[in-house]
């Protein structure tokens, strides 16, 4: 059985040199091409030259170049960037995870028009502890549905550019969603000075961003006598590399739609 061929999208980032790693360590994967933006002075190395892997693919900005013969584009950079990649995608029947953050409503909504052609992993996080954690807020949810106060705090690196994290938002739409309620007509993102008494029906959040924080994200339900609180704290940005490589693996199995890891992990037929 051939191997899946794999292009990255920002692999000149944080997350593009590990996921070179990722993609070199999982046995039904290899890469094909490697893509950065215009200017990018790791234009023409070798993808794998950040970990000392010799992958024989020379790091491009040319879309056509990167892209040839490759059967799914991971891709974690930025909106304005991913948006044309997508349409190339889906004019070209190559699959697509996509681990970028910060998207508006038009962004999201463009996504899932290019999932009407090609198959498309979008996610907040591709952490398999992550998603583990969205299934479980669910269920907490539901059951301290009264009498709880809701607040959710996140800590990233210095160099995040959203706020706050795709991961967060998220955990307050599952949470949200559990509650009966909707995030953008409950959601708090800041407080100072005299705010009043908290109103019951909201969910606060609060953003660190300091250092070399991998991701920090604890949902606390605060109600009188008595805390719950579901963290979950990521050491290394391997752990959102093999997941997305998991679930491009999984993708190739589906010519086209929108899925989540929620879809990879099989989770949302065990809800």
């Not at 198959?119 to 299934?135: D, K």
């Not at 491009?248 to 929620?262: K, N, S, T």
Request: some cysteine; charged content about 20%; proline content about 2%.
């Amino acid at each position: 059985m051939s191997s899946l061929k794999i292009a990255l999208a920002g692999v000149a980032g944080r997350m593009g040199r590990v996921l070179v790693e990722a993609v070199a360590a999982n046995p039904a994967t290899e890469l094909s091409g490697a893509l950065t933006r215009s200017g990018t002075k790791e234009i023409g190395l070798d993808a794998g030259y950040a970990s000392g892997i010799d992958t024989g693919v020379c790091i491009s900005d040319d879309i056509a170049t990167a892209l040839a013969g490759c059967d799914v584009l991971i891709d974690f950079s930025r909106p304005d960037a991913t948006l044309p990649l997508l349409d190339y995608c889906a004019a070209n029947g190559i699959k697509a995870v996509i681990g970028t953050t910060g998207f508006d409503d038009a962004g999201k909504a463009a996504i899932a028009r290019a999932a009407e052609k090609t198959g498309i992993v979008f996610a907040a996080n591709f952490s398999v502890g992550v998603n583990l954690s969205f299934h479980i807020l669910d269920t907490v949810a539901r059951v301290l549905n009264e009498g709880y106060d809701v607040e959710i705090i996140e800590a990233h690196h210095r160099h995040k550019i959203d706020a706050p994290s795709g991961t967060a938002l998220r955990m307050g739409e599952v949470v949200a969603h559990a509650l009966g309620r909707s995030l953008k007509d409950c959601a708090v993102y800041g407080r100072e000075g005299q705010t009043g008494a908290r109103d019951a029906q909201t969910i606060g959040f609060a953003t660190v961003r300091g250092g070399d924080i991998v991701g920090d994200h604890t949902v606390l339900f605060a109600g009188e006598g008595e805390r719950v609180e579901i963290s979950h704290k990521a050491s290394s940005r391997m752990t959102f590399a093999a997941g997305a490589v998991r679930a491009a693996v999984w993708l190739a199995q589906h010519p086209h739609g929108l899925f989540d890891m929620q879809d990879v992990l099989g989770l949302k037929t065990a809800a």
